[in-house]
């Protein structure tokens, strides 16, 4: 795919702007021209690190002024590759865009800029006796989750990324600045722009800031692994398991397994929580009931 040369007079302009803020060191560049999929690496020609966003309204003005193509970028955990540079361009870092702006506990929401991690909110969060559940496995930003519209085991029971997000400030394409959604949550006037963004992965727009839905931290929290001989039996008792409201469910095959073993991460887990494997045919009601289950597929 053809590349174009940045613009001599677009990269002066970013520089005056943006000042040591604006990178096209080479490690730089190649840092940003990745994320964690399979993906052949693309680098930028330039990175722009933001702060806000009329500061990132101004450097999307100005690559469209140029015709430059831009790239979001939040800290590269992603597995979709869109944060590849395929066309060369200007890439904008967002990750020092990382304040908490609100909290409303009543309400339960808060508004992040797009560079604040999951983990960041979390901790923010831990004295007001609310969580943000959405948990893809790893730190990622929250305004890359929403781009790439990020689930987890959490999704049974919080949904993904698309319910959770309320409402979001964008910056389209030529610069202009957008707000999705009113913080009213009951409202049907016009079209749904949030649920439109949420997952476009970069093509719609810039997310500089995201509100949020928050929930109550659980009050108690119990872990169990359950063994079984087919997926027949595992599908099967996932139906019963659903029906008794968990907050994660996750299905494991054996390749897994034998890759876990050797994970330290994974016997840390197995050490904190004191896992216990149980025996083939138990759910999570025979946990509670303390009766055996008949998971045998039916004649």
């Known amino acids: 795919m053809e590349r174009v040369p940045l613009n001599p007079q677009l990269l002066a302009s970013l520089r005056q702007r943006l000042g040591d803020r604006l990178s096209t060191s080479a490690a730089v560049l190649e840092q940003h021209g990745k994320d964690e999929s399979y993906h052949a690496p693309s680098a930028p ?18 690559c469209a002024q140029y015709k430059t193509p831009v790239i979001a970028f939040g800290t590269g955990t992603s597995l979709e590759g869109h944060v590849a540079a ?21 309400d339960l929401d808060a508004t ?46 919080y949904g993904t990324m698309r319910e959770n997000v309320l409402a979001l400030t ?3 394409a030529d610069g202009k600045v957008i707000r999705t959604a009113q913080r009213a949550r009951k409202s049907a006037a016009g079209y749904d722009l949030t649920r439109l ?3 476009s992965e970069g093509t719609l ?24 001989p087919t997926f027949y039996d595992a599908m099967a008792a996932t139906r019963r398991i659903v029906e008794l409201g968990p907050s994660a469910v996750e299905l494991v095959d054996r390749t897994m397994i034998d890759l876990s073993r050797d994970i330290p991460m994974f016997r840390a887990v197995v050490d904190r929580f004191g896992i216990r494997l149980l025996p ?12 055996r289950a008949d998971t045998r597929a039916p004649s």
Do not use: W
């Not at 083939?280 to 009766?291: A, K």
């Open 45 to 62: 020609d330039a990175v722009a690190f933001a702060h806000s966003t009329e500061e990132v309204s101004d450097i999307v003005r100005l």
């Open 86 to 106: 395929l066309k060369g361009g200007v890439c904008i870092d967002l990750a020092q865009m990382n304040r908490v702006l609100r909290v409303n506990a009543e």
């Open 112 to 157: 992040v800029e797009a560079g604040v991690t999951r983990k960041q909110l979390n901790e923010y969060l831990r004295d007001t006796g609310l969580f943000f559940p959405i948990d893809p496995g790893a730190d990622a930003s929250l305004g890359g989750m929403a781009a790439t519209r990020a689930s987890g085991t959490n999704a049974v029971r």
């Open 170 to 172: 964008v910056v389209l």
């Open 197 to 199: 963004f949420v997952g």
């Open 205 to 228: 727009g810039f997310f500089t800031e995201i509100e949020l839905d928050l929930q109550p931290i659980p009050p108690h929290r119990v872990l169990g692994i359950c063994h079984f």
């Open 280 to 291: 083939v045919g138990y759910t999570v009601r025979n946990l509670i009931s303390g009766q």
